[in-house]
């Protein structure tokens, strides 16, 4: 059974989020924030770089749609988790998450502390030796 923290990559366009989502897994000893990126582009190259077990992705983001890096990373061997915020909570983009096997989705003008409970329960199931299917929708 894997104990190592959690590494955790946070992406999105809007500085005050990521320093909000990293202040509030600061004093998670069962996670790790990795590093940040605030682009598609940035968010790609940071996933091959850093090799994060999670990325907490925004989806609107200055160069794309953080529905790129989904559809973009599936080719990936070693594909971390995605936990999708949005402050469009509409189906559409629920959909689209999903389609491209997001594996949490959180409204992030309402439920940012769902992204703690979603963190921990992706652990629970990696270090017990499982890999969630992306059908194994976490809200």
């Given at each position: 059974?894997n104990?190592?923290p ?42 091959s ?7 907490i ?7 794309g ?11 990936q ?8 915020l ?15 096997q ?11 502390a769902?992204?703690?409970a ?22």
């Amino acid at each position: 059974m894997n104990t190592a923290p959690l590494r955790v990559l946070i992406a999105d366009d809007f500085a005050p989020i990521r320093r909000r989502l990293t202040d509030m897994l600061a004093d998670e000893a069962d996670v790790t924030v990795v590093g940040e990126a605030a682009s598609v582009a940035g968010t790609l190259e940071a996933i091959s770089n850093l090799a994060p077990d999670v990325v907490i992705l925004g989806l609107i983001m200055p160069d794309g749609h953080g529905i790129d890096v989904l559809r973009l990373s599936l080719a990936q061997e070693a594909r971390p988790y995605f936990i999708v915020l949005s402050q469009d909570n509409s189906e559409e983009y629920r959909m689209a998450a999903a389609h491209y096997q997001a594996h949490a989705f959180i409204n992030k003008a309402s439920e940012l502390a769902g992204v703690i409970a979603s963190l921990y329960s992706l652990a629970q199931n990696t270090r017990h030796g499982a890999r969630l299917a992306p059908g194994d929708w976490h809200e």
